[in-house]
């Protein structure tokens, strides 16, 4: 009797054991969960901002593409200019489009960052000529 009862002890004791680890894993499980859907809202939301931006993006060549249709300029100069302008806008519209499909943010950044440097040595380059 006495080897069942000390049996029932540590069984118990365990058992407690294990229970206590269970519990504070499903709590880092809850916490990691919490983290997560605080993270995808965040996304959602950083999501929704870059649809507006294209939004405004077509929204712009469209206006601009009425505009030419009115005839409202006098020379071809006059609509070469306007055409440069659509087009920077569009072109605009398809990298931030192109960026957001097929690259991540990481690859953004590094992206922009080499371009920064290479305008900086470019400018750099112009002030020594001049």
């Known amino acids: 009797m006495e080897n069942f009862n000390n049996f029932l002890f540590w069984w118990s004791v365990v058992s407690t054991v294990f229970g206590v680890l269970f519990l504070i894993a499903n709590v880092a499980q809850l916490v990691a969960y919490i983290k ?3 993270l995808i809202l965040k996304e959602k939301e950083i999501h929704k901002g870059q649809v507006k931006v294209w939004q405004h993006h077509a929204q712009g060549v469209q ?3 009425f505009i030419l249709t009115q005839g409202k300029y006098s020379t071809v100069d006059d609509l070469r ?3 440069k302008g659509l087009q920077q806008s569009a072109q605009s519209l398809y990298i931030s489009l192109n960026e957001e499909r097929l690259f991540t943010d990481q690859e953004i950044k590094d992206k922009q960052l080499q371009k920064e440097k290479e305008t900086q040595e470019m400018l750099a380059g112009l002030k020594t000529t001049n």
């Open 36 to 38: 997560e859907k605080s």
């Open 63 to 65: 206006m601009g593409l």
């Open 81 to 83: 200019e306007a055409v």
